[in-house]
């Protein structure tokens, strides 16, 4: 554009056509998923799938009211929708709340309009506090400018006319004109996002377990299933009816829906929880992950410090004092209107007020460096960076001032003049220094218990900042972080063999790249650690997306908390702690009533064994569904609730098996030992189905008092009131639940048999205690489970290599050098 274009701006000609040829600002970064794609993703799993066909075929022959097994079914796709849509409706506000609106020169007038209506070759006006939203050249005027969300660096840079304005930085001080030169995808700020636009598999134990339950016992219901049904049809002769009943029963026995709706609801609990302490969790798992973190790698600005300035002390020179500095600096603070980082800490270090009188003042500037005034017979005094006031006399300072930085402090200089401004605004020749006010970055004040907790809980802490190393690493001295002195330069990191190296040895990293904050976490969860990234700019969008639990910050940038698991709604790092004790809660109580898998593994055996055996099966689901409700599902959804925050130990399904096991054993022999003597005892089919299910109940029973010790009101209360249940649904809805009454030879058969049930159990279960850990060994060591651990590494990979293709398909050129982008 000519200078003639510069001062005019577009017309509404030209900003029409280059709409009409696709460049303007269409936000091109990642975006939240829509309603309709949340709940297709959480109707169509392969496990609502399989019950949806079983339930299609109990509705085919008219056994209506053995469908109740869709409650759970239903219940879980609430759940997951309801949560996911929340969650993006929630991350939906805060970017409309945040949305930043241009003033643009067109047609020779300043218009403000939305940030999508920028088009290539607008001139944007740009002037303190303003966020830049695209990529710029300045043409006049000059600034300083906030680029931490991009680059991760605190300090603010000078741009003058021919310097290039990244998109998502924020003008400081200063003001300018800017010619657009990038828009939509081939700003800075969206390619960098862009590289997530991605699919990232949860990271979940405990999914991953029932995921591989479930996908286990898919391959083996299908023939089961037809085996079961034919053998019942034609060897026995019972009815389609009967048949498909008894199939379904079984198939619905095999599958763990309880344990799946329990970990829904325990995790949506954990959610409306932690809602309360202003976290917004965006996928149910997540806390679990975070609960199982061992490295948590911090950005320092917005996590540690709080992203403005402090000052920390006044230092007088030699011929003066405190009280020197203390009077000219109130009084500076108070007749001048600067706005920036450093005058703002100082003004905050000196609230009174000062009955100087300033006869002239000059405001800061990026090409002076220095703001101040001149107070009559009091002299002139100004603050700001020594080298500019002082000029060739600073260097008998410098030594000073480096001892300072080197502590990562910044420093101010006061100095004082008996003279005015001389014309221009140029300083007097006799000026003097008075004393150095040190400032840093002022650090979160929980930042510090936060941290020691995470210490303690042995949690490996890595700070990755885009700042200088030596200031981050002094700031996380000040924080309390755990070998804050271990620090590197990234910017002697080459390789990625360099780089795995570095990230085990040091804690801190400075003039880290976003690059190199993704290849950091990659090289952790290659170690075989559990990797959780806080952030809050788009420079920890890549690394954010990889790491298994991501925190973002609501005051960050829209892409940081769209790719983030974890969102923290006020900023407040103190949040995290209370995060991993939800996680902490939710696992160990599943573990310790996740006992559906009982039934499972009751079911799967009874399955595969009554196909060889010449009876029929003997439960319904509407049984199944009584026994799972009251032995199961409410009391592990009451005590899945309660506290406990004990650290994690052992793998989740081994740790569920192992209190399975006994019960599951226990159900088993007491059916086929019901089914086999049939004859023997004159036992009608109805008997026997009547008889195992309160086998089952008595079973469940015991393990749910197991599981209740030590009893405190509320276990009692649950213990009594699932027994009375039991009585009652069985007395009073028998035809419902397809039970039949209690005779006297039954009595006969059955106090026996809960007696030696009770034995064999509390025998079993001593076994277990001591030899779990050799059968879960051989367990996880079996070449199938080994086969699933494998396809979920190269799944992993799958996603790694899909992200680095995403990446390079975004990648456009740019007149931004990759030295601007460290």
């Known amino acids: 554009?000519?200078?003639?274009?510069?001062?005019?701006?577009?017309?509404?000609?030209?900003?029409?056509?280059?709409?009409?040829?696709?460049?303007?600002?269409?936000?091109?970064?990642?975006?939240?998923?829509?309603?309709?794609?949340?709940?297709?993703?959480?109707?169509?799993?392969?496990?609502?799938?399989?019950?949806?066909?079983?339930?299609?075929?109990?509705?085919?022959?008219?056994?209506?009211?053995?469908?109740?097994?869709?409650?759970?079914?239903?219940?879980?796709?609430?759940?997951?929708?309801?949560?996911?849509?929340?969650?993006?409706?929630?991350?939906?506000?805060?970017?409309?709340?945040?949305?930043?609106?241009?003033?643009?020169?067109?047609?020779?007038?300043?218009?403000?309009?939305?940030?999508?209506?920028?088009?290539?070759?607008?001139?944007?006006?740009?002037?303190?506090?303003?966020?830049?939203?695209?990529?710029?050249?300045?043409?006049?005027?000059?600034?300083?400018?906030?680029?931490?969300?991009?680059?991760?660096?605190?300090?603010?840079?000078?741009?003058?006319?021919?310097?290039?304005?990244?998109?998502?930085?924020?003008?400081?001080?200063?003001?300018?004109?800017?010619?657009?030169?990038?828009?939509?995808?081939?700003?800075?700020?969206?390619?960098?996002?862009?590289?997530?636009?991605?699919?990232?598999?949860?990271?979940?134990?405990?999914?991953?377990?029932?995921?591989?339950?479930?996908?286990?016992?898919?391959?083996?219901?299908?023939?089961?299933?037809?085996?079961?049904?034919?053998?019942?049809?034609?060897?026995?002769?019972?009815?389609?009816?009967?048949?498909?009943?008894?199939?379904?029963?079984?198939?619905?026995?095999?599958?763990?829906?309880?344990?799946?709706?329990?970990?829904?609801?325990?995790?949506?609990?954990?959610?409306?929880r932690l809602s309360r302490y202003k976290t917004l969790v965006q996928d149910l798992y997540c806390t679990e992950s975070l609960a199982r973190v061992d490295v948590l790698c911090l950005d320092k600005t917005g996590t540690i410090t709080e992203g403005t300035m402090q000052v920390d002390e006044l230092h007088p020179l030699t011929g003066y004092t405190e009280e020197d500095m203390t009077a000219p600096l109130k009084a500076l603070v108070q007749v001048l209107t600067d706005d920036n980082p450093t005058y703002n800490a100082v003004k905050a270090y000196f609230p009174g007020g000062s009955d100087w009188k300033a006869a002239a003042t000059v405001p800061f500037s990026s090409a002076r460096k220095w703001s101040g005034a001149y107070f009559?017979?009091?002299?002139?005094?100004?603050?700001?960076?020594?080298?500019?006031?002082?000029?060739?006399?600073?260097?008998?300072?410098?030594?000073?001032?480096?001892?300072?930085?080197?502590?990562?402090?910044?420093?101010l200089l006061l100095a004082h003049s008996a003279k005015p401004f001389l014309e221009n605004k140029v300083l007097p020749d006799d000026i003097e220094p008075v004393g150095f006010i040190l400032i840093s970055d002022k650090i979160r004040t929980e930042a510090p218990q936060t941290l020691r907790y995470f210490a303690e809980q042995g949690v490996t802490l890595k700070v990755i900042s885009g700042d200088n190393a030596v200031t981050v690493s002094n700031i996380a001295q000040k924080a309390g972080l755990p070998h804050a002195e271990n620090y590197c330069d990234a910017t002697t990191l080459h390789t990625d063999e360099e780089i795995a190296g570095a990230i085990e040895q040091y804690s801190v990293f400075g003039r880290v790249t976003p690059q190199q904050k993704l290849k950091f976490v990659q090289a952790l969860k290659d170690h075989g650690h559990t990797v959780a990234m806080t952030g809050d700019g788009v420079n920890d969008v890549l690394a954010l997306k990889e790491a298994d639990c991501s925190i973002a910050m609501a005051s960050g940038s829209d892409a940081a908390r769209t790719v983030s698991n974890l969102v923290l709604l006020d900023s407040n790092f103190a949040s995290m702690p209370q995060v991993v004790k939800e996680g902490r809660r939710s696992i160990n109580n599943l573990q310790r009533s996740a006992v559906f898998l009982q039934k499972t593994i009751y079911s799967t055996v009874l399955g595969v064994l009554f196909i060889f055996l010449s009876a029929s099966y003997p439960f319904e689901p509407i049984q199944l569904t009584f026994i799972s409700s009251i032995t199961i599902g409410i009391p592990s959804f009451i005590l899945a609730l309660e506290p406990n925050n004990e650290r994690i130990s052992g793998s989740f399904l081994a740790n569920v098996l192992k209190k399975s096991f006994p019960s599951a054993l226990t159900m088993i022999l007491g059916v086929l030992f019901l089914t086999l003597f049939k004859g023997p005892l004159n036992l009608t089919n109805p008997q026997v189905s009547t008889l195992s299910v309160i086998v089952a109940f008595a079973v469940g029973f015991m393990l749910m008092f197991k599981l209740c010790l030590p009893f405190n009101a509320l276990r009692g209360a649950l213990f009594g009131t699932m027994v009375a249940a039991f009585f009652v649904g069985y007395i009073g809805c028998m035809d419902l639940v397809s039970m039949v009454p209690l005779t006297a030879p039954m009595l006969f058969i059955l106090i026996p048999l809960l007696i030696v049930s009770i034995v064999f159990m509390m025998q079993t279960n001593h076994f277990m205690e001591h030899f779990a850990e050799r059968h879960t060994r051989r367990l996880l060591q079996s070449r199938f489970f080994q086969n699933h651990r494998r396809k979920r590494r190269e799944a992993a990979h799958k996603d790694r290599h899909a992200a680095r293709r995403t990446r390079r398909r975004t990648e456009q050129p740019s007149r931004v050098r990759d030295g601007k982008r460290a």
Do not use: W
């Open 376 to 411: 009559g017979e009091r002299g002139t005094y100004v603050m700001g960076a020594g080298e500019f006031i002082l000029g060739e006399r600073f260097g008998a300072l410098r030594e000073h001032t480096e001892e300072y930085a080197a502590r990562g402090e910044r420093v």
């Open 1 to 272: 554009m000519d200078s003639l274009d510069r001062r005019q701006g577009l017309s509404s000609e030209q900003v029409a056509q280059r709409v009409r040829d696709g460049l303007s600002n269409a936000d091109e970064g990642i975006k939240t998923k829509t309603e309709k794609q949340i709940i297709l993703e959480n109707t169509f799993t392969f496990f609502n799938i399989l019950n949806f066909v079983l339930a299609l075929f109990v509705l085919l022959v008219g056994s209506f009211k053995n469908l109740l097994f869709l409650g759970v079914i239903f219940s879980n796709i609430i759940i997951g929708s309801f949560q996911g849509i929340r969650a993006k409706r929630t991350i939906d506000k805060l970017s409309l709340i945040s949305a930043p609106k241009a003033s643009v020169l067109r047609d020779g007038k300043l218009q403000t309009i939305p940030v999508s209506g920028i088009v290539m070759n607008d001139v944007l006006h740009l002037s303190t506090g303003q966020q830049i939203c695209a990529d710029a050249i300045v043409l006049e005027g000059e600034a300083e400018v906030n680029e931490s969300l991009i680059t991760g660096e605190s300090d603010p840079v000078l741009k003058r006319a021919g310097d290039e304005l990244l998109s998502g930085s924020f003008i400081v001080s200063g003001s300018c004109y800017a010619e657009v030169e990038h828009v939509g995808r081939e700003n800075y700020a969206n390619r960098i996002a862009n590289g997530a636009k991605y699919v990232k598999r949860t990271n979940s134990e405990i999914l991953h377990s029932l995921d591989f339950i479930v996908k286990t016992l898919g391959f083996t219901l299908v023939p089961i299933g037809i085996l079961l049904f034919c053998k019942q049809f034609f060897l026995l002769h019972d009815t389609i009816r009967e048949a498909v009943v008894s199939t379904v029963a079984a198939i619905l026995g095999m599958i763990p829906e309880g344990l799946i709706l329990l970990t829904s609801v325990v995790f949506a609990v954990s959610v409306l």
